[in-house]
């Protein structure tokens, strides 16, 4: 099937999620942020606890998965950003999609291995400046790309003055993918080979799904949906939030990322706003652009919260579109209906 499961974290897309989505025909995707935030060396020594992590959650994926392919997504953001791309490649892990920052150096930091490579990009001037920058300093093309939209979850790569409903209005998914494919289509020229382009942000029913491909897309990328699901690694709090949550409650955020993020509104984040929540100090120091002297919050503990259904203390990331999410329901079940196009 042609569908690509977000790399949600911290936490929420782990081997349960993972390993189901490629048992069931599509692409799973292990988030690779502070995955062994559950383990109990973490505190003492968390760059082990994540190695370990990571190559325990990628082997539990291939079971479940029955020895299918498995992505992780890394954020460029991170700190740690390098080594999980190292690691990653040591473990075996099939495909790593890098995003939150221009991947630059991925195809250095991959090379001589099996493991693909797929930067996520917000637009066609981003595709260009990616595909230009690996094929000039490494002679290498992206093994697929994923173009996100503005409506995606989590963080964005997109100014706030973009972020408006009137802008969201004007620049449609669908629109954006004829452009970039022009951006592709010398490299796939210059390799012999095709080099899918998977498009998300916003993509919820079996019609956004149809669009997407008929707009030119590959496949899809697809997020929030599956946090409503049996098999997502995150709290069922996490999972109900999602559930419950009207439109109205799904706004812009800044993140301590430097980037937007899209969230579901409550309490924590309400705090956020006034000031309450500011960090003492960096107990993860988990992301390169974050200072804790002038950090709204720590995200790293926030999204932690989060993911065990601590919403007095995190929150959940989402997508535009995760208001028509009424349910929680099967892996299964639910890449049937977004395949019934």
């Known amino acids: 099937m042609p569908i690509v ?18 048992k069931n025909g599509g692409l799973g995707v292990l988030s690779g942020v502070e995955m062994g935030c559950d383990y109990p060396e973490y505190k003492k020594d968390s760059k082990l606890a994540n190695k370990r992590a990571l190559e325990d959650h990628l082997k539990r994926a291939k079971e479940i998965s029955g020895n299918r392919p498995i992505g992780i997504n890394i954020m460029v953001a991170l700190t740690q950003y390098e080594q999980i791309v190292k690691d990653a490649v040591q473990a075996g892990v099939d495909i790593i999609f890098a995003g939150a920052g221009l991947p630059l150096t991925l195809p250095e930091l991959t090379k001589n291995s099996l493991t693909k490579i797929a930067p996520i990009i917000s637009s066609r001037r981003v595709a260009k400046l990616i595909l230009k920058h690996w094929w000039r300093h490494y002679k290498v093309a992206p093994d697929a790309i994923v173009l996100e939209g503005p409506l995606a979850g989590g963080h964005l790569g997109f100014k706030n003055e973009d972020l408006t409903p009137e802008r969201l209005l004007e620049q449609p998914l669908p629109e954006m993918i004829p452009g970039v494919l022009e951006e592709i289509k010398p490299y796939e020229e210059l390799v012999g080979r095709k080099i899918p382009l998977i498009a998300g942000g916003g ?15 590959d496949a899809v990328q697809i997020g929030s949906r599956f946090v409503a699901t049996e098999e997502c690694d995150a709290a069922l709090a996490f999972k109900e939030a999602m559930v419950h949550a009207k439109q109205s409650d799904i706004e812009i955020i800044v993140s301590p990322a430097g980037l937007p993020g899209r969230a579901i509104h409550n309490p924590f984040l309400e705090e956020v706003s006034a000031g309450l929540r500011k960090p003492k100090s ?3 120091n988990c992301i390169k652009s974050c200072d804790y002297k002038t950090a709204p919050y720590c995200i790293g503990l926030a999204l932690i919260a989060g993911k065990h259904g601590d919403l007095d203390n995190g929150y959940v990331f989402s997508g535009a579109n995760a208001y028509q999410i009424t349910e929680i329901t099967t892996v299964e079940k639910l890449m049937n209906e977004l395949m019934d196009i």
């Open 5 to 22: 499961q977000g790399g949600m974290g911290i936490g929420i897309s782990l081997s349960s999620l993972a390993g189901n989505v490629s």
């Open 203 to 217: 993509i919820t029913t079996a019609d956004d799904v149809r669009k997407t491909l008929e707009a030119g897309a």
């Open 282 to 284: 960096c107990p993860i």
